[in-house]
């Protein structure tokens, strides 16, 4: 039940509790005076027929001194009340102590005549107003009132044991009221808090596995999921910060190699005369090398850092499939043909795809470079771009399974193949995070910063595709970049802000 129809129904039985605690007291009272009123009729019937043989004595129908009544008043019990009148109307007798009104006041004849032989009851009393004969002639009326003391007694402790009970009930119902509101508010919103306080203090937090589907179970509920999301983000933060940090010190170890070597052949060429014109031609060729390389690195870093920043364009544009990677490819061969290694191509590709061209020769200039970097002299490197599934080329047969256990339907794929040494699993796990190399990951033969398959990764998201990493031994290593052919536009947006 929601918590609004809940407290509403609460508060609707505590107003209505009342009206039913006097309807009840009405129909008990009624239901008692019903099953009593017969019985008890009979008996003040019967107890003024014994009093009428002495009322009825014409005697007492004459002004005279109240001390003559005092027989009279002897006869009545207290429970019975008796006034007389003569024919005229003049009062003449009263047992009413009460009774302030002087004896001898006449009565109007309407009050005197209403309601003769009548047995009036009422809820204290009964009441009997009947006229006096002596022979044919009127003397007077006696006015008779007989209490219902049972009855009264009765009802009075009706009264107090429905008190009692409506206490009774109001106490049970405030504690089943209390219990109900504790269990729906109180106790949720002291768990809401402690959660909160938690949070703030970056303290674990206990999850509460009570949550009703009312407001406040709702209201757990968000609290819990911006819990997560505030919880990611924090992670994300630690996790950015150690990567800062861990980016620095990588920076420092890699920069410090070049910059020392640098430092050296510097303080050789200053001191040239012992240096011959060939030698000092070679100092600067590697001074200028080891500075390339610092230039690389830091490349590597800035776009790295750019690809991971929301505020970093991918200006995706619709291009032809074949026309691009025909473009991807070509400028290779010269490279490949320099370091003694043959290189393999082939393009299968139909179709249009929403690609960013300049990201895309940075994903294939970093993937080629890995490759070329890890294949020796007289081996092959191969790159292929296939579109759905069309047939693989023959030099991928070795990774032919895992390649066809991947769905390729709707997509195009930027295969790199190289017969380079193969990686360990262990490692192979490890390589596309970043600034991970050398002696962490990877065998002391794959130089670099440790950036490029992160950035190729990085690139691939950006695309909405996904990146798939092989080696297979005595083969080489395999990477598989799958592109969609129609990426959504507002997943390409939200992969953006992210």
Known sequence: MKLRNWLMSAFLIVMLLPVI?????????????????????????????????????????????????KPLELLLDDSVELTLYRADGYRLFSTNKDDHQQYFLRIPAEELYSKLYHLDKTPRAYKMKQPVFHGDQLIGFYDLRVEREQYVEQVSNTVWQLIAGIILFFVILYVIVWLLVKRKLIQPMR?????????????????????????????????????????????????????????????????????????????????????????????????????????????????????????????????????????????????????????????????????????????????????????????????????????????????????????????????????GAVIPDKVLSELLEPFVQGEQSRPKSMQGFGLGLSITQEIIRRHCGQLHLWSKAPYGTVVMCQFPIHPNSNTVKEDKDT
């Open 21 to 69: 605690a006097f309807g009840l007291f009405a129909y008990i009272t009624y239901e008692h005076d019903k099953s009593e009123s017969l019985e008890e009729y009979v008996q003040v019937a019967e107890k003024m027929q014994e009093y009428e043989g002495q009322i009825v004595n014409p005697k007492w129908y004459r002004v005279q001194s109240s001390e003559r009544y």
């Open 191 to 419: 768990h809401l808090m402690s959660q909160m306080s938690a949070l703030a203090n970056n303290e674990p937090v206990t999850e509460w596995k009570q949550a009703s589907n009312d407001e406040m179970g709702i209201l757990i509920r968000h609290f819990g999921n911006m819990r997560e999301d505030i919880e990611t983000a924090r992670e994300e933060v630690a996790r950015e910060q150690q990567d800062k940090q861990f980016m620095v010190a990588s920076l420092s170890h890699d920069l410090k190699t070049p910059l020392t070597s640098i430092q050296a052949y510097m303080e050789a060429l200053e001191n040239g005369s012992q240096l011959t014109q060939e030698e000092q031609e070679d100092y600067r060729a590697i001074v200028k090398s080891k500075a390339e390389q610092m230039r690389g690195m830091l490349d590597d870093l800035t776009l790295f850092a750019a690809l991971r920043s929301s505020k970093y364009p991918t200006n995706l544009i619709e291009v032809e499939g074949e026309e691009l990677f025909d473009m991807l490819f070509s400028g290779y061969d010269a490279l490949c043909s320099k370091q003694g290694v043959e290189l393999k191509t082939s393009i299968e590709v139909q179709g249009t795809y929403q690609m960013d061209p300049k990201q895309m020769m940075r994903l294939t200039d970093n993937l080629v470079s890995n490759a070329l970097r890890h294949t020796s002299a007289g081996r092959c490197v191969g790159m292929a771009a296939v579109s759905g599934n069309v047939q693989l080329p023959d030099w991928l047969a070795p990774f032919e399974q895992q390649l066809n256990d991947v769905q390729r339907i709707n997509s195009a794929s930027l295969i790199i193949f190289n017969e």
